[in-house]
């Protein structure tokens, strides 16, 4: 039996909520071949350890990559690697954001210049910069290739991003199949600017777009960033054609498997200064849209799916076994088994706060520790219950719920379950304490 195509399509800080046929036209087109997961959520709402958890298939906590600026250890074997062992060209093209000690003094640094061979996580094929937002902008910037070689590029940065991946298509052994992982930085913020950039040509036409419910109760800077956000997602989109095109033109496209999500999600800087590092459906709630591989139909599944379920749904689906060591579901045996659903999904949240979270079909509910900033610890001995909202009657996570005492059971049973998760992430049991902060929304 021919093996499939891989192509992984990863985007960054895209909230679930905007994929629609006016905006994501081509991706919608994917949802009605594939599958649209519609109960999609990060394991970590920060760029390095979520993207550290896609290369170990474990949580950020297990492989060490808990706060951005933590290489992946040499101890982890790279998702590339099995790749490699069956056979597989591999490829990887973007942001990698898993080579540089953030620590000064200490380690490698390698934020804007070339990332070492032995830190590319395995794969034979790169064109890629560590932390994408420091070698380029909106528009214009560089990667290097595999052996160091600046590669400068002009242009919207999602466009060029892209032409490196339709470039490695041109220029593979056609003869072997391929998993090649796509990391674009758009639509997240521009670090140095402080600002969303959107594609020039588009912003205007986002100008009235409707915000998003949960988002307009709040201060943040929604307003003004909003309409460079859909634009750079509305460009991500045409890109995405730009791809299935190249492969339809190839005749590869049915021998394809495509997966495209994000990494996290956006508040607008309502729930803390920034715009993640938070529990809150805005922050965690992502996009997942899988194309072939058993993935077919325009089905939409609402059971509970999770960003560490991707390393081993990918293994799965190229037919190679699955590490023991591994933390998440594989999504191809849920798929087609209707009465297989887990009672929540995990996220380990650091920097902002360390704090801990489960998200069940109807609740939310999280836990941190006292320190007032998450880099103080990474874990710890002593949780206080932070956050707790019925999403069922508040959708928007309007009201925080956890002191009320109309609750109490609830948030029982939402402890019993975080402390499981916890102990299956292989962290140590906590003590779990009643809230002693004033609630907050």
């Given at each position: 039996?021919?093996?499939?195509?891989?192509?992984?399509?990863?985007?960054?800080?895209?909230?679930?909520?905007?994929?629609?046929?006016?905006?994501?036209?081509?991706l919608?087109?994917?949802a009605?071949?594939?599958?649209?997961?519609?109960?999609?959520?990060?394991?970590q709402?920060?760029?390095?350890?979520?993207?550290?958890?896609?290369q170990?298939?474990?949580?950020?906590?297990?492989?060490?990559?808990?706060?951005n600026?933590?290489?992946l250890?040499?101890s982890?074997?790279?998702?590339a690697?099995?790749?490699?062992?069956?056979?597989?060209?591999?490829?990887?093209?973007?942001k990698?954001?898993?080579?540089?000690?953030?620590?000064?003094?200490?380690?490698?640094?390698?934020?804007?210049?070339?990332?070492?061979?032995?830190?590319?996580?395995?794969?034979?094929?790169?064109?890629?910069?560590?932390?994408?937002?420091?070698?380029?902008?909106?528009?214009?910037?560089?990667?290097?290739?595999?052996?160091?070689?600046?590669?400068e590029?002009?242009?919207?940065?999602?466009?060029?991003?892209?032409?490196?991946?339709?470039?490695?298509?041109?220029?593979?052994?056609?003869?072997?199949?391929?998993?090649?992982?796509?990391?674009?930085?758009?639509?997240?913020?521009?670090?140095?600017?402080?600002?969303?950039?959107?594609?020039?040509?588009?912003?205007?036409?986002?100008?009235?777009?409707?915000?998003?419910?949960?988002?307009?109760?709040?201060?943040?800077?929604?307003?003004?960033?909003?309409?460079?956000?859909?634009?750079?997602?509305?460009?991500?989109?045409?890109?995405?054609?730009?791809?299935?095109?190249?492969?339809?033109?190839?005749?590869?496209?049915?021998?394809?498997?495509?997966?495209?999500?994000s990494?996290?999600g956006?508040?607008?800087?309502?729930?803390?200064?920034?715009?993640?590092?938070?529990c809150?459906?805005?922050?965690?709630?992502?996009?997942?849209?899988?194309?072939?591989?058993?993935?077919?139909?325009?089905?939409?599944?609402?059971?509970?799916?999770?960003?560490?379920?991707?390393?081993?749904?990918?293994?799965?689906?190229?037919?190679?076994?699955?590490?023991?060591?591994?933390?998440?579901?594989?999504?191809?045996t849920?798929?087609?088994?209707?009465?297989?659903?887990?009672?929540?999904?995990?996220?380990?949240?650091?920097?902002?706060?360390?704090?801990?979270?489960?998200?069940?079909?109807?609740?939310?509910?999280?836990?941190?520790?006292?320190?007032?900033?998450?880099?103080?610890?990474?874990?710890?001995?002593?949780?206080?219950?932070?956050?707790?909202?019925?999403?069922?009657?508040d959708?928007?996570?309007?009201?925080?719920?956890?002191?009320?005492?109309?609750?109490?059971?609830?948030?029982?049973?939402?402890?019993?379950l975080?402390?499981?998760?916890?102990?299956l992430a292989?962290?140590?049991?906590?003590?779990?304490?009643?809230?002693?902060?004033?609630?907050?929304?």
């Amino acid at each position: 039996m021919k093996r499939k195509n891989i192509i992984f399509y990863f985007s960054d800080q895209q909230r679930w909520d905007t994929v629609n046929e006016e905006v994501t036209p081509n991706l919608c087109r994917l949802a009605k071949e594939g599958v649209k997961f519609e109960n999609n959520f990060t394991c970590q709402p920060v760029c390095g350890p979520a993207r550290a958890c896609l290369q170990s298939g474990v949580f950020a906590t297990q492989c060490g990559c808990y706060w951005n600026g933590i290489p992946l250890p040499d101890s982890i074997t790279p998702l590339a690697h099995y790749f490699n062992e069956a056979g597989y060209q591999t490829a990887y093209i973007g942001k990698w954001h898993l080579a540089s000690n953030r620590l000064p003094g200490i380690g490698l640094h390698c934020e804007s210049t070339a990332v070492p061979k032995e830190k590319q996580g395995e794969y034979q094929y790169w064109r890629a910069a560590d932390v994408l937002e420091f070698t380029s902008h909106g528009y214009d910037g560089y990667v290097f290739d595999g052996d160091g070689n600046k590669l400068e590029f002009k242009g919207y940065r999602a466009d060029c991003i892209n032409d490196y991946a339709l470039e490695y298509l041109d220029n593979c052994d056609k003869d072997k199949p391929f998993f090649m992982f796509i990391s674009q930085l758009e639509p997240h913020h521009q670090n140095d600017h402080h600002t969303y950039e959107g594609y020039k040509e588009t912003v205007d036409d986002y100008k009235d777009y409707p915000l998003p419910d949960d988002l307009t109760f709040l201060k943040g800077n929604y307003k003004e960033m909003y309409p460079d956000y859909m634009s750079a997602i509305n460009r991500l989109d045409y890109n995405v054609g730009r791809l299935v095109d190249k492969l339809k033109e190839m005749g590869i496209y049915d021998d394809t498997i495509i997966i495209y999500t994000s990494d996290h999600g956006s508040h607008f800087k309502t729930r803390n200064p920034e715009y993640k590092r938070s529990c809150h459906e805005s922050a965690t709630h992502t996009p997942l849209i899988i194309k072939g591989g058993g993935f077919e139909g325009g089905k939409k599944e609402t059971r509970l799916s999770s960003l560490i379920d991707i390393p081993p749904t990918l293994l799965s689906m190229a037919g190679i076994p699955i590490p023991s060591s591994y933390m998440g579901v594989d999504l191809t045996t849920q798929i087609n088994n209707p009465d297989k659903k887990r009672d929540c999904v995990f996220m380990q949240i650091s920097e902002a706060s360390n704090s801990r979270a489960i998200r069940t079909d109807r609740y939310k509910y999280e836990v941190r520790d006292c320190a007032i900033t998450g880099y103080a610890h990474h874990k710890a001995k002593v949780y206080f219950e932070n956050y707790l909202y019925d999403l069922e009657k508040d959708p928007n996570e309007k009201e925080n719920l956890i002191k009320d005492p109309a609750y109490k059971e609830v948030r029982k049973e939402m402890k019993s379950l975080l402390l499981k998760q916890m102990e299956l992430a292989q962290e140590d049991k906590p003590v779990i304490l009643p809230a002693v902060i004033k609630r907050r929304k």
